[in-house]
């Protein structure tokens, strides 16, 4: 969702909470550009003390000894010197601090957002565009408000006060200093909105360059066994391409920026040199005025040459800016219910009541489909691919939300549980198993993190997979990897049942928790199943029949509605389509 609204107003509303320490870098950022202006000031002041000796500016105070004279500068020089040293570590140190704590604080608030956006989101947008706005993006404003911020902010303060003393000093003078500079700000504003695009665009390019890494690193498996490394160097090869041309489009605009500025603000500071000099012939300005106009007029504008930089920075934060407050904007579809759970007071009864559900933009998976599990029990689902067995263990977590219909859970509808609840009461082993990379035991206890390493052994054990844990290089402070690619895919399976068996919740799913591993594993996690699913409600989905033949009962899907269901003998003596795919499994049936 993009939003059409000014990201420096939007980024402004998000730094609310930031605003005392803003006010202190902007005070900072001032104080030091009033100190940095003050030498030339000084020097004109030096100028005419030399020059005019009793008659100086300073004499007419009353100190009419021109060593002394000299010596007050030197004093006030000094102080001036400190106090702008001072003031530029205090903002140097603000803005980075804020910077810093901005870019924190919204990748968080960013990345905790995603986590709640439903499943339907991922599926339409890739990691690595996301990961360009959680990194790139965000790193991208904490660039502008390092730098950017404070050049804005002197750029300002140099205006008003070099521009009021000139005005105070030498009004007849002062409009061809400040005449170039409606011009510049004029071209700067010009320079923005056309900037504006070329920039969106870079981001988008650098998006869909990330999104190309991200998908080929985690398919560099496929790639190898493929050989199509040569395939996919030249499609990143279009992308980065595509990037640079976008960047050297920003680039070729932008740089012509500055020359451009130079050119104005020469107009100005050669008619302040040309023009005043006359005037100081004429007697008609002071010699120190004159040095002090010469020098503030290049303080004045030559600053500007470097607002398209600023601006260029500016530009860039902005169109991050936005890709990120988007994102905080996405609107949230699922939303936790207010009734709170506890494990030890669920009973684990199931029902799904006249249910539909479709993807997005897609025919209905799930139609009018009504199911009950009782408490305790161990049912299975069976069916071809496609026929939303899986889809029911989404339904159920609500990673998705169903169009029609209502599940719930002991009687109370589960869109009225609170969502961490009704999850943390279910322990799914899904067929896609994720393991992080770290050690064997912090996989086992992921979500657990109070659970000792007896109870982690525990769990192993039950899910047979403590034998080949021991025979692992470093036992269970073995590092598995990445996705736990160091391990088989029979391995990462076990561990991902001895992960659920030591949450130990009311209600255990398997969906498809024996699909990689052998014979003999198979047998040895089907020995443990009583153990496993005792005084819990299980639903296990599988291909796979042998694994869930003594389940209580077993539900046949097709086209998302249940065409049969029965114990397995049941369903064999009716000679329909369970006992088709037993036959075809046992080799019966060729």
Same mark, same amino acid.
């Given at each position: ?87 530029? =570590?205090?903002? /140097? &140190? @603000? ?7 901005? +870019?924190? %604080?919204? !990748?968080?608030? *960013?990345? $905790? ?117 040569? =395939?996919?160097? /030249? &499609? @990143? ?7 640079? +041309?976008? %960047?050297? !489009?920003?680039? *070729?605009? $932008? ?336």
């Amino acid at each position: 969702m993009k939003s059409t609204k000014n990201p420096l107003i939007r980024l402004s509303r998000y730094g609310k909470k930031y605003r005392a320490l803003i006010w202190q870098a902007v005070i900072c950022s001032v104080l030091n550009k009033i100190f940095d202006l003050a030498p030339p000031v000084l020097i004109g002041a030096a100028i005419d003390v030399v020059v005019q000796r009793e008659n100086s500016i300073i004499g007419r105070l009353g100190i009419t000894d021109t060593f002394q004279q000299l010596l007050v500068l030197c004093l006030i020089s000094a102080m001036v010197w400190m106090f702008e040293s001072v003031f530029e =570590y205090a903002y /140097a &140190r @603000l803005w980075r601090n804020l910077a810093q704590s901005i +870019q924190h %604080n919204l !990748r968080l608030a *960013a990345y $905790s957002h995603v986590q709640d956006l439903e499943l339907a989101y991922f599926e339409e947008r890739s990691t690595g565009s996301l990961l360009s706005i959680l990194n790139d993006d965000i790193n991208q404003l904490e660039r502008f408000l390092d730098v950017g911020a404070n050049e804005i902010l002197q750029v300002l303060t140099t205006l008003v006060l070099v521009g009021g003393m000139f005005f105070v000093l030498t009004p007849g003078v002062a409009w061809m200093a400040i005449l170039p500079i409606p011009f510049i700000f004029w071209g700067s504003i010009t320079f923005q909105q056309k900037l504006a695009p070329y920039y969106a665009e870079v981001r988008e390019k650098v998006s869909l360059l990330n999104s190309r890494l991200a998908n080929n690193l985690s398919g560099i498996t496929t790639i190898k066994s493929f050989t199509t490394e040569a =395939y996919e160097i /030249a &499609r @990143l090869r279009l992308e980065s391409e595509a990037y640079r +041309q976008s %960047n050297r !489009r920003a680039i *070729a605009f $932008s740089a012509a920026f500055i020359p451009l500025i130079r050119m104005i603000i020469l107009a100005g500071f050669t008619a302040i040199l040309l023009y005043g000099g006359l005037e100081v012939v004429e007697g008609k300005i002071e010699v120190g005025i004159y040095s002090t106009l010469v020098f503030m007029t290049q303080r004045l504008l030559w600053p500007l040459t470097r607002l398209g930089q600023t601006l260029d920075l500016y530009q860039r934060a902005m169109s991050s800016t936005n890709r990120v407050l988007d994102l905080l904007d996405t609107p949230i579809a699922i939303h936790s219910g207010n009734l709170s759970l506890s494990n030890n007071i669920i009973d684990g009864e199931i029902k799904l009541d006249n249910i539909t559900f479709a993807y997005h933009e897609r025919q209905p998976i799930i139609k009018n489909l009504t199911l009950n599990i009782p408490s305790g029990n161990t049912i299975a689902i069976v069916g071809a691919t496609g026929s939303g067995k899986s889809t029911l263990v989404k339904l159920l977590l609500r990673f998705y939300e169903l169009q029609a219909g209502r599940i719930t859970l002991d009687g109370v509808d589960i869109r009225d549980i609170n969502l961490t609840d009704l999850r943390q009461s279910i322990g799914l082993v899904s067929q896609d198993i994720f393991l992080f990379h770290g050690t064997v035991q912090e996989n086992i206890a992921y979500g657990m993190d109070d659970a000792s390493e007896e109870e982690v052994i525990t769990a192993a054990k039950i899910a047979e997979a403590h034998n080949f844990i021991c025979h692992l290089p470093q036992g269970y402070e073995t590092i598995v990897g990445e996705r736990g690619q160091k391990l088989s895919g029979g391995q990462r399976q076990r561990i991902a049942i001895a992960r659920a068996v030591l949450k130990n919740p009311p209600i255990l799913v398997l969906d498809e928790a024996t699909s990689a591993v052998d014979n003999e594993t198979e047998a040895a996690i089907a020995r443990s199943l009583e153990k496993i699913t005792h005084n819990r409600t299980t639903i296990a989905i599988a291909h796979r029949l042998s694994t869930i033949r003594h389940a209580d009962c077993i539900y046949v899907l097709e086209y998302g509605q249940i065409v049969e269901q029965g114990s397995h003998e049941e369903l064999l003596a009716h000679q329909r389509v369970y006992a088709n795919l037993w036959q075809v499994q046992t080799g019966i049936k060729k």
